[in-house]
């Protein structure tokens, strides 16, 4: 019993330190518990045969068919435009649509798909788009609450009751509460967000500040990096290229853009100039003017060595940040957002391929309100974080058009007419309505009608193939179920669950189940503050079971408890992946989530704790 809670003490301590990835915390914690022989293999590796992970693949790869075929870009733009520029509509009908898709697909790629919509449609309405992005997130989590497909703890709750011999959940089970807690958060987050989310990004008069260029420029701070060295004809840079000389590794530096004199054309009026991104093979000709970012004294370094002279020399001081407009022409600059699935999550920057695959350059990160731009090559991109990259319209065009890890929100007009296998969009829709049919009616069962529709997503071009629809699964989220569960089977065998069961009916089952209602409810919120919604309700759902069997009452309205106390959690950034996905697009600091989704998840447990029992009675 000691080793057990033990391991499972520094498991939750790890996860919320988040230095170490939670799937990578779940493994070891599980892989410990085998070695010390509190787990059989066979019981170890029980969790990945589960039915509730083989339902998560099947529904990522279900969600990801929704995605491909431009489906929920459909239903969510033309649903969105009836709001016009009217503020409240538009908050109305992003959360609406929001809880709609979030009811059937995951909340992560529901978020994914309406955040660069959002963007657009709170630019044309004149509206901070930071006082929809925190409700776009927690409106995913209220949509799972309304089917038992939308969300992972609605999954646990359902095995936990089908283990003990309960009967299992039916698909609309959920929807009873779904609505309550639809209603409370609407309700709720409008006057929570206009009064504090309503004044970022306002500017004097009012209106919502375009991101131009030269905006993004300007709050990453480029200018302050940027320098313009001009190639002399004496120069050993002429006719060598930035790989040959391995510039990047020897001065730490980078040269994104060359601007060149075009041959032959010439103008009383204006330069005649080219502008060129910068790759590793471009050749270096004489009198090109190099864009290069980097610290000063590595560029001064560099500008020596290869006999460069400064532009803009004001007062004898070298190294004046240009002033000239920056990435102008057909090369321009973007915020692109990481998503939890991205296999780029925990790469280097370095080694993340984007000059390779899309042509562009990483010029800086944002993380957390916190700007990364000195020794970018060495950093690991991380879950949330805001890229600014650099290239052609027409290649941010492609990423945009073929990327599925990450959301660009840089200039958003044209996302919401964008899809890759549009034709394909209303079999997607058919799909889906016959998984829930099947679900609805059992006419099927639940894995079987959700891997069904999965493989007839690949089958019917949904998705381009197999290795597209591997791409959809969140393998972080998979592995983090799969490998926690055992952890259920180890609290049963050592009776920790009993125990912790027992002092709970022992210190609050004596004032009666409302209370121990209650007390099971503010433990996992309070949990799922620091840990995974997923990770929370797999630690709770069996204490809660072994509790309402220990005090004699229906498990059902317990478990409710806990799956409504872990999905409704807004009051961090990180309990959930999409209240971090949010977190840097929209600016927001952590104090932000305590302000609007603290008072919010308050309202929801005292609601609650008096509803619950009035819909599965005691």
Request: glycine share 8%.
């Amino acid at each position: 019993m000691i080793l057990t809670i033990v391991v499972l003490a520094l498991a939750i301590v790890f996860f919320v330190s988040g230095k170490v990835r939670s799937d990578i915390v779940a493994l070891g914690a599980l892989i410990t518990l085998m070695i010390f022989g509190v787990l059989t293999p066979s019981e170890g590796l029980s969790g990945f045969s589960n039915s509730i992970v083989v339902m998560m693949i099947g529904l990522f790869v279900v969600g990801g068919g929704i995605f491909q075929t431009g489906l929920a870009n459909i239903v969510s733009n033309r649903i969105l435009k009836l709001a016009g520029n009217r503020p409240f509509a538009l908050y109305l009908l992003v959360m609406l649509t929001t809880v709609f898709l979030g009811s059937f697909v995951s909340n992560t790629g529901t978020v994914a798909v309406m955040l660069p919509i959002v963007v657009s449609l709170a630019a044309g309405a004149k509206m901070s788009a930071s006082r929809l992005l925190m409700p776009l997130a927690f409106a995913s989590s209220l949509g799972g609450m309304m089917t038992l497909i939308g969300t992972p703890p609605n999954l646990v709750i359902n095995d936990e009751l089908i283990k003990n011999g309960y009967e299992g959940l039916s698909f609309f089970s959920f929807s009873s509460v779904g609505i309550i807690c639809v209603i409370l958060g609407v309700a709720a987050l409008w006057p929570l967000s206009n009064l504090f989310l309503s004044k970022k990004e306002i500017d004097d008069k009012g209106k919502k500040k375009a991101k131009s260029v030269m905006d993004l420029a300007n709050e990453y701070q480029i200018s302050e990096n940027l320098y313009r060295l001009r190639v002399r004809k004496s120069s050993s840079l002429v006719f060598k290229s930035a790989r040959g000389l391995d510039i990047a590794n020897n001065y730490h530096i980078n040269i994104l853009e060359i601007r060149r004199k075009e041959e032959g054309k010439k103008s009383l009026f204006a330069k005649s100039l080219s502008h060129k991104m910068a790759d590793p093979n471009t050749v270096i000709f004489a009198d090109d003017v190099l864009y290069v970012m980097g610290s000063f004294e590595n560029i001064k370094l560099f500008a020596e060595k290869y006999k460069l002279a400064w532009i803009e020399v004001k007062d004898g001081e070298e190294g004046i940040p240009s002033s000239e407009k920056f990435a102008a022409g057909d090369i321009g600059i973007a915020e692109v957002v990481i998503l939890s699935n991205s296999m780029l999550v925990n790469q280097k920057v370095k080694d993340s391929g984007f000059r390779e695959k899309y042509r562009v350059n990483i010029l800086g990160i944002q993380r957390r309100n916190k700007y990364i731009l000195k020794y970018l090559k060495e950093e690991k991109i991380q879950s949330g974080d805001v890229l600014l990259v650099q290239g052609k319209w027409k290649d941010i065009e492609i990423m945009r058009e073929k990327a599925s890890e990450f959301v660009i929100i840089g200039h958003p007009d044209q996302e919401a007419s964008k899809a890759l296998i549009v034709e394909k969009a209303p079999l997607a829709a058919l799909i889906l309505a016959a998984m829930v049919a099947a679900m609805v009616f059992n006419l099927l069962p639940a894995v079987t009608s959700v891997m069904l529709a999965a493989l007839l997503m690949i089958l019917t071009g949904c998705l381009h193939n197999v290795e597209e629809a591997y791409k959809t699964i969140n393998w972080e989220s998979i592995v983090l179920i799969g490998a926690m569960l055992p952890m259920s089977i180890a609290l049963e065998k050592t009776g920790i669950s009993i125990g912790i069961a027992n002092l709970l009916v022992d210190n609050l089952g004596s004032f009666g189940p409302g209370f121990l209602l209650g007390g099971i409810y503010l433990a996992t919120s309070a949990l799922t503050m620091f840990i995974s919604n997923s990770a929370t309700a797999v630690l709770f759902a069996p204490i809660a079971m072994q509790s309402a069997i220990e005090m004699g009452v229906s498990p059902y309205p317990m478990l409710f408890a806990v799956t409504v106390a872990a999905s409704m959690c807004f009051a961090s950034p990180f309990s959930t992946p999409p209240n971090a996905l949010v977190m840097s697009a929209g600016r927001y600091k952590f104090m932000d989530y305590v302000k609007v989704g603290l008072p919010v998840q308050i309202l929801f447990a005292v609601v609650m704790i008096i509803v619950l029992p009035l819909i599965w009675p005691f």
